[in-house]
């Protein structure tokens, strides 16, 4: 070989091999910065929400009789809020998480009727993980509108599987909304619900995920599985509650078995995170709605359910995120559920965008322990015109008393003649929130909205109607009850509702009717359009009598098995209206019981 040849393969290898160098480092800095991004991911959120659990419910709160693991290693795990508020009642409280803003501000007044109803441009956590690339679930309560566009599916959830009113009359098979489709479910209810929240995280383990798991216990009625009730049915309770008033144990007993099988299931999504190695990659957060729906343990505050005093609005808040916050932080600032949309949207590392103003704070610094400016704050709990302000040290109750709140945590001393200058100060900031917060609305004048072609099936259950001439609901509490006492041609069942789009409808409603009663000639009118049908056949089904573990309080509808009983096709007009359903014709001693109406729009 001569020299110059030689010479020239010598310089094409060095050429090849620094080109196979360069090559190697681009592939290995591309590897890394994939890897590096994957890692960097933002994190998954599960955010659990319990019903009617009161603070001391669990075992971490110092309540020796739970058995509450699960949950209690969420605050081991993690970082656990001393003092964190929430709202009296249910549907607040979820539009305050939801928003970052007071109830009154989002159009939430109550927990039924309508007014439960978030309103529509109000914008949810869910709207806001979903711009940030997240793909979002709900699994369980609502609460915050049943119809297109205030349902889940409309406020930012690609997927929903629950029910969407204020509470439910069966925990067992029970009748749910999945997509906007009525579904019926299996086993009981939160196992249900866990199921499918479990294979919403599996389905999405590769990418990131907001997973909303509001269960709906122990709110009630009582019922709990039957491996769970044996181990409670004749426990000793060590710690009574009450607060000086008597304490139904029976229930106490039932609520502890319906938080110990909520506790299994939170477990089991706990676990599911660990197989699929995605607990690292995950902030977990835990709290509950509002203080304790009976008179048992709850650390010697003063309020339960429906008050605003301490007892009804204080809630464990437990937030878990392995490698970046550190386990067993306790936080002692004051905070609220209007914290956690700020707080989330930081932890993830994204812009928050809401459009609105919020009330909430961004806490993730004192989750961390990392130097931050805290200024004093005063959070506001309010429940129908009633209104309690909150500071670091001081309760100011809605009938002005003032409570030392680190000295006097039952709130059994009033000291505003002790402390004037707080009480007055306090007091100005409550009439100052009033004048801002809770501006004189008049009445709830919001029609039920009917007809989207991207949700064509609406719903209109008895809850939201109105009862005329001998017609009642089943029950006081309208929530899961149905329309009884049709008996003439005098009595009717109003909806006032706002068509959206002007096609022709399936009109359907669910009904029962004793065999010997059957025969009624039905109309249903909105305007000029009309359809009818005849209560045909018979249906009188026995109530689920066996759904509950121990009797259902006084106000709550036993339940039943409705059918559909389709009253035809009818054309409606865009615009708003009463849709109204009477009986024509009365044979029989009764018309029928009415659980809901359901308006299906058809495809032109």
């Known amino acids: 070989?001569?020299?110059?040849?030689?010479c020239m393969m010598q310089g094409m290898a060095r050429y090849w091999d620094g080109f196979a160098r360069t090559l190697f480092i681009a592939i290995a800095l591309s590897l890394t910065a994939s890897a590096s991004a994957a890692h960097a991911r933002q994190p998954n959120i599960v955010v659990f929400l319990a019903d009617d659990q009161g603070w001391g419910d669990l075992g971490v709160s110092g309540n020796r009789d739970a058995r509450t693991p699960n949950i209690d290693s969420i605050?081991?795990?993690?970082?656990s809020f001393d003092r964190f508020f929430v709202c009296a009642v249910c549907a607040p409280t979820r539009a305050e998480f939801l928003t970052g803003r007071y109830h009154p501000r989002t159009g939430v007044r109550g927990v039924s009727t309508g007014q439960e109803r978030l309103n529509l441009d109000e914008k949810t956590i869910a709207q806001v993980f979903k711009e940030a690339g997240y793909v979002t679930g709900a699994f369980g309560k609502w609460h915050n509108g049943t119809q297109w566009p205030y349902h889940p599916r409309a406020r930012g959830?690609?997927?929903?599987?629950?029910?969407?009113?204020?509470?439910?009359?069966?925990?067992?098979?029970?009748?749910?909304?999945?997509?906007g489709a009525m579904v019926r479910g299996e086993g009981y209810i939160t196992d249900d619900f866990t199921d499918k929240a479990i294979a919403f995280i599996e389905a999405n383990r590769e990418r990131p995920f907001f997973c909303y798991v509001p269960y709906n216990v122990p709110h009630s009625p009582y019922a709990a599985p039957a491996t769970h009730w044996e181990r409670w049915k004749d426990a000793l309770i060590s710690m009574p509650g009450g607060g000086g008033k008597d304490e139904d144990l029976a229930v106490t007993r039932c609520v502890s078995a319906m938080n110990e099988s909520l506790d299994w299931n939170v477990g089991r999504v706990l676990r599911k995170l660990d197989e699929l190695k995605l607990a690292e990659d995950t902030i977990v957060v835990y709290f509950t709605d509002n203080g304790p729906n009976s008179n048992r343990w709850n650390g010697g505050m003063r309020g339960r359910k429906g008050s605003v005093d301490e007892g009804g609005v204080r809630s464990p808040l437990f937030v878990r995120w392995p490698g970046k916050l550190p386990a067993g932080r306790t936080v002692p600032e004051i905070a609220a559920?209007?914290?956690?949309?700020?707080t989330l949207a930081s932890l993830a590392g994204f812009p928050l965008r809401t459009g609105k103003p919020l009330d909430g704070r961004d806490v993730s610094g004192l989750m961390k322990g990392t130097p931050t400016d805290w200024p004093a704050r005063t959070i506001f709990s309010h429940q129908a015109g009633r209104v309690s302000g909150r500071t670091q040290q001081y309760r100011l109750d809605d009938r002005g008393r003032l409570y030392d709140m680190v000295a006097d945590p039952g709130q059994a001393k009033d000291v505003s003649q002790d402390r004037p200058d707080i009480a007055e100060t306090m007091r100005r900031s409550v009439a100052a929130w009033r004048r801002?917060?809770?501006?004189?609305?008049?009445?709830?004048?919001?029609?039920?909205?009917?007809?989207?072609?991207?949700?064509?099936?609406?719903?209109?259950?008895?809850?939201?109607?109105?009862p005329h001439g001998g017609v009642q609901r089943s029950a006081n509490a309208p929530n899961s009850s149905y329309f009884v006492h049709w008996t003439s041609a005098d009595d009717a069942m109003t909806w006032d509702i706002e068509v959206n789009t002007a096609v022709r409808y399936e009109a359907t409603l669910y009904y029962t009717c004793p065999e010997k009663d059957a025969g009624s000639l039905v109309e249903l009118t909105l305007g000029s359009a009309k359809t009818s049908a005849k209560v045909t056949p018979g249906w009188d089904p026995p109530l689920y009598t066996n759904q509950d573990t121990i009797p259902r309080p006084g106000g709550e509808s036993q339940m039943k098995e409705f059918r559909p009983l389709k009253l035809g096709v009818v054309q409606l007009e865009k615009g708003r209206g009463l849709l109204t359903l009477r009986a024509?014709?009365?044979?029989?001693?009764?018309?029928?019981?009415?659980?809901q109406v359901v308006l299906t729009l058809l495809a032109e």
Do not use: C, Q
């Open 337 to 342: 559920a209007i914290d956690l949309l700020p």
């Open 436 to 466: 801002d917060v809770l501006v004189e609305r008049g009445k709830d004048d919001r029609p039920f909205p009917v007809g989207f072609r991207e949700f064509p099936i609406t719903v209109l259950p008895a809850r939201d109607g109105v």
């Open 1 to 6: 070989m001569s020299y110059g040849v030689a």
């Open 584 to 595: 024509t014709e009365v044979p029989g001693a009764r018309v029928m019981d009415v659980r």
């Open 75 to 79: 605050a081991r795990d993690g970082v």
């Open 157 to 179: 959830f690609d997927e929903y599987y629950g029910f969407t009113s204020g509470h439910w009359g069966e925990y067992f098979d029970p009748p749910l909304d999945h997509n």
